[in-house]
């Protein structure tokens, strides 16, 4: 909501726009900003290092496209994320493979969800091959399936690296980075938008918000209704070693549950070469939840008390409970695993040395009937014709990080009142 804009405040020099949050999706806003003409840009980061939370913390695939419903956002932005990653990639010299994914199904059931898949797909426009039992392991000899997918585009890299990037090329073309800063909430005024932190105000002519696991929060403290609450969900992962680990040529996924927005336990092979398996999908103590240990009373009684969390987990307890079982036992989660990789026991899953790689929290939107949000969702206060906009991206999870580059320009043209989608 629009303020009248009397109250007082001793900012900083004002910029066209500010961007808030530093992970990838808000450095690809800087990017394309800058891209498209914008000669004052800043963005502003409560951590002091880029990429701290969902950009440096997945298994860092680069997706084919070929989950999302035909016509979605996330179905056109990924589609071209996958390429334009890729095409990033080898311009700056930033490691990548095209390695290609096997999606499988082990039993009868999940056959019909895997036809579905070919569908979508082939509607997005992605290369999908349909392979039989002998056809799986001829790709990956270690798999035990019924039948499979083969998804060539699908690939691997470095989104932390991206992201600095990013950071650095945006620097150098003038942007400016406040890191070390957390924004409290946005004014919207009449000729222009207050951008409160914690170390001063900001000025800008249009603002976007890319907080990820803060995004409602913001949006709130700053008197807009998000109409969604973000509730972090911790996923967490285990390097696989052994033999069987060894011989995982590329990326194995197995059939998603069409219930959730999540992929299911996966065993990816990174750019460095190793192999981890995960994620499962449990309730974060706290927004940035990474571990059972860190717990925030507030931020967890906040979720539990919500009634669109509420739905949900009345609605989907007993998958809740598995989920938290694996996560709590390592020989749950190696069971998991072996009904796509038989023979992985407890022993194979290690926790990888990096602790950053252990465990990501996913910043998932709920609306308050208990769905969970299933597409990117960018909701606008204000319009180019109706004074300075501020822009929320209030869903964001994967494959946001493939889509990143698409979505920046998607956001710019919202700005400039050229897009019409809807989110």
């Known amino acids: 909501m629009a303020d009248p804009g009397t109250r007082p405040v001793a900012p900083s020099p004002g910029h066209d726009v500010v961007v808030v949050g530093g992970g990838i999706v808000g450095f690809a806003v800087l990017h394309e900003l800058l891209a498209a003409g914008h000669t004052s840009v800043a963005l502003v980061e409560r951590e002091h290092t880029p990429g701290r939370h969902q950009t440096g913390r997945n298994s860092n695939v680069i997706h084919s496209g070929l989950y999302y419903a035909p016509g979605s956002l996330k179905a056109r932005l990924a589609v071209a994320g ?81 992201t600095q990037r990013l950071a650095d090329l945006a620097v150098e073309r003038g942007a400016v980075l406040h890191t070390g800063r957390a924004v409290r909430s946005v004014t919207r005024r009449r000729r222009d938008v207050v951008v409160h932190t914690d170390r001063g105000d900001l000025l800008a002519g249009q603002v976007v918000v890319c907080a990820g696991l803060r995004s409602d929060e913001i949006a709130r403290a700053s008197g807009f209704d998000p109409g969604v609450r973000i509730v972090p969900f911790r996923g967490e992962y285990s390097d696989l070693v052994g033999p069987i680990g060894e011989s995982v040529r590329g990326l194995v996924y197995p059939v998603p549950d069409p219930a959730f927005p999540f992929l299911g336990v996966h065993a990816t092979r990174g750019v460095d070469g ?4 995960g994620p499962n999908a449990v309730l974060a103590l706290a927004r940035e939840g990474y571990d059972w240990r860190t717990l925030r009373v507030r931020e967890l009684a906040g979720t539990l008390t919500d009634p669109g969390f509420a739905r949900l987990a009345g ?77 929320h991206v209030l869903n964001a999870p994967s494959p946001a990080a493939t889509a990143a580059l698409p979505i920046g320009r998607e956001i710019v043209a919202r700005l400039e009142g050229k897009s019409v989608d809807a989110a």
Not at 88 to 100: D, I, K, R, S
Not at 318 to 345: F, I, K, N, Q
Request: hydrophobic share 40%; charged share 25%.
């Open 274 to 277: 190793s192999v981890h398996v």
């Open 315 to 391: 609605q989907q307890w007993r998958y809740g409970l598995g989920e938290m079982y694996r996560s709590l036992s390592r020989a749950a989660m190696a069971r998991a695993v072996a009904r796509m990789l038989p023979g992985v026991t407890a022993a194979d899953l290690q926790p990888p040395h990096d602790v950053a790689r252990r465990a990501g929290v996913r910043a998932q939107a709920i609306r308050p009937d208990g769905s969970l949000v299933d597409d990117f969702l960018f909701v606008q206060d204000g319009a180019p014709d109706d004074g300075p906009a501020v822009l």
């Open 82 to 162: 996958c390429a334009e990653t890729k095409a990033f990639c080898a311009e700056q010299e930033l490691p990548y493979q095209e390695c290609g994914k096997v999606v499988v199904a082990t039993e009868e059931a999940e056959l019909p969800r895997m036809a579905e898949l070919v569908r979508r797909g082939r509607a997005n426009g992605v290369e999908v091959h349909e392979l039989d039992e002998a056809g799986v392991r001829d790709r990956e000899p270690a798999v035990a399936a019924l039948a499979g997918l083969r998804v060539p585009s699908t690939g691997i890299c470095d989104y932390g690296a991206i």
